[in-house]
């Protein structure tokens, strides 16, 4: 009994201590005064101190509001802002600080801000601060209660010089916004608290950490009474609780507490993503000071020679490409609700990863990614070889700044180490974040430098992989790669196997030492849709897709569209599934990241996914059909061509990409149906094991191809017998040719492989000849006659298709 009213009683003051936080934030959502500011004179004239007679809504942009310059035409390669504007601009607004609030020290948060925030309180400059990634913590001071005069100047100019091309400063399909988003609240801090708790967790035996600064700015020492409570989210069960004592002197107080944790405690994965909620409360006697609350968990990441291994199991990183889609905005979203809608629809499709290229989203991403169980790589910055020189011939490559590569830039410099640092201090604890590099293929940059940054983050914070870009090189840090060449070695991804599925890149991935992942893989763009135009209501807008149309409506294709649309986007998904097995059937590949399942707007309209910007299916494919080459268990064909006579035999190999959590213990199954359903040929293999995080081979197929007496397409099933995994291909069957020697006369066609006399005698009388020319030329004579489709888009990428 006694035990009981003591659980209770702590629940009493831990639900009071969650009454108590809530009391000490004020939001600062609302209608604020403001003015642009183009000619840059608010400093100077001290508008800190004025009155302005425009109003705005924050959370929101100056795009939103429409202020700033009105524009008309079509951007060049991109969507179009309706409203731009660079510069500062400055928000005012009347705050009351409650008399509960006496002797607490203010802190104010803006979630996002694109770039710099600068705050006046009553007039007076208190902080500035200029992260990307990162809230902006402005530190008010003590303010008296009642009123105060709230100001703050915003500037959304080049603050550091990373250029206008990396995915977190951008026009490309994130806008360069002017305003703040997300949380806007002011905050009031006891003399005890917290600075930054941060969770550690090993999943072997299974046991926590958590590790902070305690800060005391109280007059004398305090005894304080930290109380400890790990419940499983969702069911609320309470797992484990504790009670420890730590004396607080003056100032800065180091926290290191350390707990191994009950039997059954779940692990966290993609697969199983299982979280926790920890409730940390300091308080003495007399009063509760400080409650924080951390969604978490268990989970480790390390690596194989060859895997990333999560808990010490290999996974395989089905990703994806995140460029700030958000037409409707111009801004990443901060809410949760939206992050886990577009990760359902990852795993939807099959994914299990994301990619955030040159850019790290808002906190709401980093939730969403934990409870749908989605692994995040995060970035800062984008800065390569063409971005730093002026680009004459094509203006709207060139890159604001000419910025210099990483190394030998001091003002990119600085800003990317700040905001490696800012990223692990406010999104460390998400198991989701599971891999960290500074940017996209920085090849312009000094790799020794950029590796000389990373270190000390890996030695101080285990909890993810790092390395120091994607492409370009690898370094001793490195701990993964992303790329798509290795040196010495080969390319990591490409179509190699010309019209077969019978290869692999395992020469060029088993020769690496860490895990590798394949590049931004895909890229093969789809029409444009002419519906998707209304559905840009937003501060974006279509009006290159308009231009587009118009250039249709002029050639008289415009009423084809959907005919178009389809049958781009039926080559689209054959060219996905084509690369996408290939990284399966290598053995020793980490994972893919694909560019992308959803369209980029930017840098020429990559109209490369099966998804549209919103996220919106195309109707190219469906999830299901998606998921039957791109999931944690895949079969997979090698076959050595497409093509097949019906005096062969068909002959292939199976094999069976298995990702899952636990080893299977099945057979194979194959069939080839024709294209009425009607099953040609059939066979199985015997029930074997197959290993967590492999690729192996299971077994042939030859089958017998005469009873084809037409030409006709044919389906080749391969599942996995007892389970509704199964993935198809497409093979083409033909008679076989005649063999006499003789040319064969069809009908009215005359069929021949040479320009002889007979060939030329019937041209020249205007009847119908088939030349079948494959034998009267060579390798170094002729041009193999293949169809491959445009890469990216042909505005970025001009020159190809001849």
């Known amino acids: 009994m006694k035990l009981s009213k003591t659980i209770s009683l702590t629940l009493l003051s831990l639900t009071l201590g969650s009454y108590l936080h809530a009391q000490d934030i004020q939001s600062l959502a609302g209608t604020w005064q403001f003015s642009l500011d183009p000619a840059d004179q608010g400093m100077k004239e001290n508008w800190q101190d004025r009155s302005f007679d425009k109003t705005i809504a924050l959370p929101g942009t100056t795009d939103e509001a429409q202020y700033g310059e009105k524009t008309s035409g079509s951007d060049f390669g991109i969507l179009t802002r309706a409203y731009k504007y660079y510069g500062p601009a400055w928000y005012s607004r009347e705050i009351e600080i409650p008399s509960e609030w006496n002797g607490k020290r203010i802190r104010m948060e803006l979630e996002r801000v694109l770039w710099e925030s600068r705050v006046f309180v009553d007039g007076k400059e208190v902080s500035v601060q200029d992260a990307l990634s990162t809230p902006h913590y402005h530190d008010l001071g003590y303010l008296s209660p009642g009123k105060h005069r709230l100001t703050i100047r915003i500037n959304n100019d080049l603050i550091y010089n990373i250029g206008d091309k990396g995915h977190v400063y951008t026009e490309y399909t994130q806008s360069i916004w002017n305003g703040a988003v997300g949380r806007l609240q002011l905050k009031a801090i006891e003399p005890v608290h917290f600075s930054n708790p941060q969770v550690f967790t090993k999943v072997s035996p299974c046991s926590l950490q958590l590790m902070d600064t305690l800060m005391n700015t109280s007059p004398k020492k305090v005894d304080a009474h930290i109380t400890w409570q790990l419940t499983e989210r969702g069911s609320g069960t309470v ?9 607080l002197q003056k100032g800065a107080n180091v926290l ?187 090849g312009n940059s000094d790799f020794e430098v950029m590796e000389s940054w990373m270190k000390p983050l890996k030695e101080k914070d ?98 084809q569209n959907e005919e178009f649309v389809a049958a781009s986007g039926a080559l689209n998904q054959i060219m996905y599934k084509y690369e996408i097995e290939s990284f399966l059937r290598t053995p020793s590949c980490a994972g893919i990241q694909l560019l992308s399942m959803q369209d980029y707007q930017g840098q020429g309209e990559a109209l490369i996914g099966w998804l549209d910007v919103f996220y919106d299916s195309k109707g190219i494919t469906t999830p299901e059909q998606f998921r039957a080459h791109h999931d944690t268990t895949v079969p997979l064909l090698r076959m050595p061509k497409y093509v097949w006579e019906n005096n062969e035999p068909f002959t292939a190999e199976m094999q069976l990409a298995h990702y899952g959590t636990e080893d299977l213990q099945e057979g194979l199954y194959w069939k080839i149906k024709d294209e009425n359903s009607n099953l040609v040929a059939s066979g199985k293999t015997a029930s074997r094991r197959w290993p967590i995080g492999t690729s192996e081979l299971g077994g042939k197929i030859n089958c017998d191809l005469s009873s084809i007496s037409a030409a006709q397409k044919l389906t080749v099933e ?52 088939l030349l079948q020319a494959s034998a009267l030329g060579t390798e170094e004579t002729c041009d193999k006659i293949s169809f491959y489709p445009l890469y990216w888009s042909l505005t970025f990428f001009p020159g190809q298709g001849k």
């Open 239 to 247: 797992v484990f609780t504790e009670t420890t004592e730590q004396p």
């Open 256 to 442: 290191n507490f350390k707990a191994s944790m009950p039997q059954g405690i779940k692990l966290w994965n993609d697969v199983t993503p299982h979280l926790y909620q920890l409730k940390v409360t300091i308080r003495d006697k007399k009063k509760i000071y400080d409650t924080r609350e951390i969604e978490f968990g268990f989970r480790e990441v390390t690596t194989s020679k060859s895997k990333i291994l999560i808990n010490g199991k290999p996974v395989f990183l089905r990703g994806n490409l995140d460029c700030v889609h958000f037409p409707l905005t111009g801004y990443p979203s901060c809410k949760v609700e939206d992050w886990e809608k577009i990760f359902r629809i990852y795993k939807d499709y099959g994914l299990n990863h994301v990619r955030f290229h040159s850019w790290c989203p808002p906190k709401a991403a980093f939730i969403a990614a934990d409870r749908i169980g989605i692994y995040i790589q995060a970035e800062t910055i984008w800065i390569d070889w063409w971005m730093s020189v002026e680009q004459k011939e094509r203006k709207e490559m060139d890159t604001k700044g000419h910025p210099q590569g990483l190394g030998k830039n001091p003002s990119a410099d600085r800003y990317v180490q700040q905001e490696l640092t800012r990223m692990i201090d406010a999104y460390g604890n998400h198991p989701s974040f599971i891999m960290q590099c500074i940017g996209n293929e920085l």
């Open 462 to 559: 285990s909890r993810r992989l790092y390395a120091t870009s994607t492409a370009r090189k690898i370094m001793p840090l490195d701990q993964y790669m992303v790329t798509h060449y290795m040196d010495g070695l080969g390319g990591t991804r490409g179509l190699r196997g010309g019209a077969s599925t019978a290869w692999d890149f395992e020469d060029v991935y088993s020769c690496s030492d860490i895990p590798i992942l394949s590049h931004e893989i895909g890229q093969w763009p789809v029409y444009p849709k002419w519906e998707e135009i209304k559905k840009y209501t937003g501060v974006l807008k279509a009006r290159n897709f308009e231009e587009f149309r118009e250039q249709a409506r002029k050639n008289r294709i415009e009423e």
């Open 718 to 769: 391969v599942g996995l017998q007892g389970r509704p995994i199964v993935n198809r291909w497409n093979i083409w069957v033909y008679p076989s040719a005649k063999s006499s020697g003789k040319p064969v006369v069809a009908e009215d066609v005359y069929v021949t492989d040479r320009m002889d006399a007979e060939c030329l005698k019937r041209l020249e009388k205007g009847e119908k000849v």
